[in-house]
């Protein structure tokens, strides 16, 4: 029962290099999120997909793409990175609890260094 | 102003001390409360949520919500060396999968054995 899987769980890139996180899920949740973790920041939604077909931007999307490939999968990609999208990216699924709460079930995390 | 907040810490206690974590908010849509907790290069996992005001209980854990001071509570009976994490609230204003969800910026607690 592996929940939400995110690869590469490390990556250093330098400035200007373009790569992909990946991101699969195994419970048939529609919903799917991309986030990034910073300290003093908190945890920021980059993108989010609803549904299988549907993307959506967060609070910081500057930078960053995304492509729902199917109901399974998500990915996260960077064009060109910089040294500001240094972070931890967290993937994300949900389906919606008994009482209505938004339950997010959350990937191990990528760390990613720009240089 | 910040949607979410929620006190920064580091918090350090004795195993089996009462630990009280804390948020307050701004916006009064704010209806489902969740608190995840996040251990040392993991993923956050959900620990408890409620809806609307009132107390919930799991265990040691007692999430508590009062909607009229825009201000909630998680604490922790008899706290454990395992115990020590990062904790996050968030809330959410709408029911359903593709509610947006607010964090505040968690606070990391050590309980020392």
């Known amino acids: 029962n592996a929940g939400v899987t995110q690869t590469p769980k490390f990556q250093v890139l330098k400035t200007g290099q373009s790569m992909t996180l990946q991101c699969a899920q195994d419970m048939n949740h529609n919903s799917m999120y991309w986030y990034r973790q910073d300290p003093g920041m908190g945890l920021r939604l980059i993108y989010y997909s609803a549904s299988e077909g549907t993307t959506d931007k967060g609070e910081v999307p500057n930078g960053y793409n995304v492509s729902r490939l199917n109901k399974r999968e998500f990915s996260l990609r960077l064009e060109s990175a910089a040294p500001s999208q240094t972070s931890v990216y967290f993937c994300?699924?949900?389906?919606?609890?008994?009482?209505?709460?938004?339950?997010?079930?959350f990937g191990a995390g990528s760390r990613l260094t720009v240089l | 102003q910040k949607e979410v907040e929620q006190d920064p810490g580091p918090l350090s206690v004795p195993e089996g001390a009462i630990v009280s974590l804390n948020c307050t908010y701004s916006n009064s849509a704010f209806q489902y409360f969740m608190w995840y907790r996040q251990y040392s290069r993991k993923g956050p996992e959900l620990l408890m949520y409620?809806?609307?005001?009132g107390n919930k209980e799991d265990g040691r854990f007692t999430a508590q919500v009062d909607k009229s001071s825009k201000y909630i509570s998680l604490f922790i009976r008899d706290s454990q060396p395992s115990d020590s994490a990062t904790y996050l609230c968030a809330m959410s204003a709408v029911a359903g999968a593709n509610s947006k969800l607010t964090f505040g910026k968690g606070i990391t607690l050590s309980v020392r054995p």
């Open positions: 409620t809806y609307s005001s």
């Open positions: 994300a699924s949900s389906a919606s609890s008994g009482s209505g709460a938004n339950v997010l079930t």
